[in-house]
């Protein structure tokens, strides 16, 4: 299938993020379909500005960790409550817009797809002045869509939902313009999903100290070694928290440290009866479509916070009550592991979510039909 020569994917940051795993899933879904695409992902701030982006990345990280409460009224406020209609943010232009035209120039390409807000907004504004007539999609990688995303002027727009998709057709944005996939995840973790026969040990996988912020750290050095439950605890990049674990010598936590291929890390989604993670929206993705039970860590101020709304009131992670000690919560995972009833109930509510998603190829379809 030969029809585009270039696919530029736009993320934003170069910390670990869920902007870049959606521009490699994209990236692996096209290259499936056509070997010989290019496809090239670029972070424009690091593009603009290597240093600047480094200042960044560090400040992100130093805010969330320490300025939680105030990160995340700021990040509400501005960016997700504010919902004027086709909003300026002036700073971004002048911080970026140029640099945008000039990657624009130098690259070429046929299709431009943003998994961040910031390059949306500024591709939607040269679309807007007539400054670049090319072919761009908005690929959303949490479960809302923030105030920055271009809208008006994107050609394709690949949604996490069929919540999502009435809210872009009620800004007046053709429904055929609208693709709902779910957050993209990679091909490798869309394969057959084992069935998880209830047995004696069950295996929780807890996830989500790769950025080293976050509640996992405390609530692994308070496991409490049990028969019937063993815990694998996916430390990514951080080594601090495998080393704290590894000193536990427990034999119910096994830490592990950063797992590069998918492929292995399909083979533990596999084994794993339920997972512990934060409301990031790739790693829920993967879990969903893996119709893994979920229970979740407290969420990073911001993003994360209205990620896990959306989860809760769509009942896609297990209702445990708030504040409970950790005994009680090992014991309330039991007893919803050990419940057949429970975990059919709960399996059944994520098939029929999942059944509302389009396969990815149909994003495929729709791009060779109109380039």
């Not at 939680?68 to 004027?84: E, M, V």
């Not at 944005?173 to 999903?193: L, S, W, Y």
């Not at 536990?248 to 291929?261: G, K, N, T």
């Amino acid at each position: 299938m030969f029809f585009v020569k270039k696919v530029l994917l736009l993320p934003f940051l170069q910390i670990s993020s869920g902007h870049h795993q959606v521009a490699d899933a994209i990236a692996a879904y096209l290259k499936k379909a056509d070997p010989f695409m290019q496809c090239k992902t670029v972070d424009l701030f690091h593009y603009t500005s290597k240093r600047l982006e480094k200042m960044t990345s560090a400040l992100y990280l130093w805010a969330i960790k320490m300025l939680p409460d105030f990160y995340s009224k700021i990040y509400i406020r501005n960016a997700y409550l504010n919902d004027k209609p086709d909003q300026s943010f002036l700073f971004y232009e002048k911080l970026f817009l140029k640099s945008m035209k000039k990657l624009l120039s130098e690259e070429n390409p046929d299709i431009v797809i943003c998994t961040h807000c910031l390059p949306s907004y500024l591709l939607n504004v040269l679309k807007n002045n007539g400054e670049f007539t090319g072919f761009v999609v908005n690929s959303y990688t949490d479960f809302f869509i923030n105030t920055v995303w271009g809208i008006k002027n994107i050609d394709l727009h690949i949604v996490p939902s069929v919540t999502h998709k009435r809210f872009l057709v009620e800004k007046q944005i053709d429904a055929a313009r609208v693709i709902v996939t779910g957050i993209p995840v990679h091909p490798t973790f869309n394969g057959q999903v084992p069935d998880r026969k209830r047995r004696a040990t069950f295996n929780i996988l807890i996830t989500g100290g790769n950025l080293g912020v976050g509640s996992i750290g405390d609530l692994c050095g308070k496991l409490i070694p049990s028969q019937k439950m063993k815990y694998f605890v996916l430390c990514g990049k951080n080594k601090t928290l495998f080393q704290k674990l590894k000193k536990l010598a427990s034999p119910s936590v096994v830490p592990l440290e950063y797992i590069e291929s998918r492929e292995q890390m399909n083979r533990l989604y596999d084994e794993m009866d339920l997972v512990v993670t934060k409301p990031g929206g790739v790693t829920i993705s993967e879990c969903l479509v893996k119709k893994l039970p979920i229970l979740l860590l407290r969420a990073l101020p911001g993003q994360e916070e209205i990620n896990e709304a959306f989860l809760r009131e769509n009942k896609l992670v297990l209702e445990l009550p708030r504040g409970l000690m950790i005994k009680s919560m090992e014991e309330e995972i039991i007893a919803f592991l050990e419940n057949d009833h429970l975990r059919n109930q709960h399996r059944e509510t994520v098939t029929a979510f999942l059944e509302k998603y389009e396969d990815f190829n149909r994003v495929v379809e729709y791009l060779y039909k109109r380039l």
